[in-house]
């Protein structure tokens, strides 16, 4: 609830030929201090010195900026109370420290106090909304962006040594959990509208609907129990699997990224994911031909059948060529050319839409080994199982791909890039709030995010006293 402003007079007119006048002043004191402490005159001195102060230099500015927007709030003598509506007199000036990437400031303003309603007001600090916290948002962005790419701690150390400010490793472990708590899948989701403008460049002048490419995996990330001490012991590590799909659109010459989503979750919570995006206009399979390549899981196959009847559905060549590769090392010899020979020509066959031959040749095999034997039998059945989706000749023709090589980047890139580390263990809620943002960086979406926390945690200025008729305090990181 904001509180009623009634500023005595205009700061902003009264001092419109002097508003820089105390910076400009500032920062030729400081110009100097600087050159009297150079030794050498090279530009890696100049741009050290200069660096260092950075932050004074741009918060001297920052504060005659807020004196020129915002003097009548500095000088603000009554205000109104949000709840009783009472006319409250300014019960001195606090100060507060402010950290920005501009710079930081020591902001002295006017605070009122409600003693019937036991509420500290900062009009000015509505007014900039300020955030409880030292640190400002801008801060929190930048943060929060760097700690999803790289460990806390080298997210920490590249802040400082880029900025010149610090920011510690708790307090981006935290801000990363702030910002993504409670992000949907739709929040990080590009728009109906730009996924139909993506499907809309990618099909101008072309005669057949775009291809958009559907790929499903998982992949295992380590993680530990929770909760855990922050010291002390942990508990045993263990590993649990992030299930994901990507969404991608086909052009002659590259691939147009759509969605990417990856949770540590059971197949039924993806398979819902999937809903609420279909649901949301996301996968407008009217305006393209959709298509769905992945490997061997049934969760895959169960889930999207469901989901997507109408798709087309190709199991990944790669997948089956495992099968086949095992079968000639076990039957002919590991590398022998005589394998070469088999596996390369039943490849050739598979590729040329021949499952049938494939599966009737290798029910000809006479087995060299037992272990030869069960490999044979295990190809037969996945091949047998899956033979409706083998038309490779036929998928390649249609501008599909046949590969799943899509998702296995996704999870290189998306999940192992910052969950699998040398010595990373992770809650499966904290894994899940970075993949989050890291799906949102790669959806194009980051910024959208950002700006969402902002509206579902909005800045008041309005705050809790820690009794009736004594001032409060400003939170700190």
């Known amino acids: 609830m904001a509180a009623q402003v009634l500023p005595m007079f205009d700061a902003r007119l009264e001092g419109e030929e002097d508003w820089t006048t105390r910076c400009v002043a500032f920062l030729s004191t400081m110009l100097g201090d600087i050159l009297k402490g150079l030794s050498m005159y090279t530009i890696s001195d100049i741009s050290s010195a200069l660096f260092n102060r950075k932050a004074d230099l741009l918060g001297q ?23 009783c509506k009472r006319v409250l007199k300014r019960r001195g000036m606090h100060k507060r420290a402010v950290e920005t990437m501009a710079g930081a400031i020591e902001l002295e303003r006017p605070y009122f106090y409600c003693s019937r309603c036991s509420l ?7 007014a900039l909304q300020l955030s409880p916290a030292i640190k400002q948002d801008d801060i929190q962005s930048v943060g929060v962006f760097l700690a999803t790419e790289v460990s806390y701690e080298v997210a920490s150390e590249t802040y400082r040594r880029c900025t010149g400010q ?10 990363v959990n ?52 922050r010291k002390g012991k942990r508990g045993k590590g263990d590993w649990k699997e992030v299930k994901g799909f990507r969404l991608y659109l086909i052009d002659e010459d590259r691939i147009e990224h759509v969605i990417s989503w990856h949770q540590m979750a059971d197949n039924h919570e993806i398979a819902n994911a999937l809903r609420t995006i279909k649901e949301a206009g996301l996968i407008p399979e ?34 089956c060529s495992e099968y086949l590769h095992k079968v000639a090392a076990a039957q002919y010899g590991k590398g022998s050319e005589k394998a070469l020979e088999w596996v390369h020509a039943t490849l050739v066959r598979l590729s040329l839409s021949e499952e049938t031959h494939v599966i009737a040749g290798l029910k000809r095999m ?22 409706g989706r083998l038309d490779y000749a036929s998928a390649r023709r249609g501008g599909y791909h046949i590969g ?12 192992h890039g910052r969950l699998k580390r040398t010595g990373a263990w992770w809650y499966p809620s904290c894994a899940n709030n970075v993949l989050k943002l890291r799906c949102a960086k790669y959806n194009g979406t980051y910024d959208r995010v950002i700006e969402l926390y902002r509206e579902r945690h909005p800045i008041t200025a309005v705050r809790p006293g820690k009794k009736r008729g004594s001032p409060t305090t400003d939170t700190q990181l």
């Open 61 to 83: 500015m920052m504060l005659a900026f807020i004196q020129k927007c915002h003097g009548a709030l500095l000088e603000q003598e009554h205000c109104t109370c949000p709840q």
């Open 366 to 387: 006479k087995p060299a080994s037992e272990e030869a034997r069960k490999l044979i039998d295990n190809a037969i059945e996945h091949l047998t199982k899956h033979s």
């Open 404 to 415: 799943s090589g899509a998702i296995e980047s996704a999870n290189k890139m998306i999940c």
């Open 286 to 319: 009217e305006k393209v031909r959709l298509c769905v390549v992945a490997d061997g899981a049934d969760w895959i196959w169960n889930r999207t059948e469901e989901i997507f009847p109408d798709a087309r559905q190709v199991m990944d060549f790669y997948h």
């Open 120 to 126: 500290g007001i900062y009009p000015l600090d509505e």
């Open 166 to 175: 610090e920011v510690s490793e708790h307090s981006l472990h935290e801000s």
């Open 178 to 229: 702030r910002v993504a708590e409670g992000l949907s899948i739709l929040d990080v989701c590009p728009s109906k509208a730009e996924v139909e403008e993506k499907i809309a460049r990618i099909g101008e002048g072309k005669r057949w609907r775009p291809v958009m490419m559907m790929t499903l995996d998982g992949a295992q990330e380590p993680v530990r129990p929770e909760p855990s001490p």
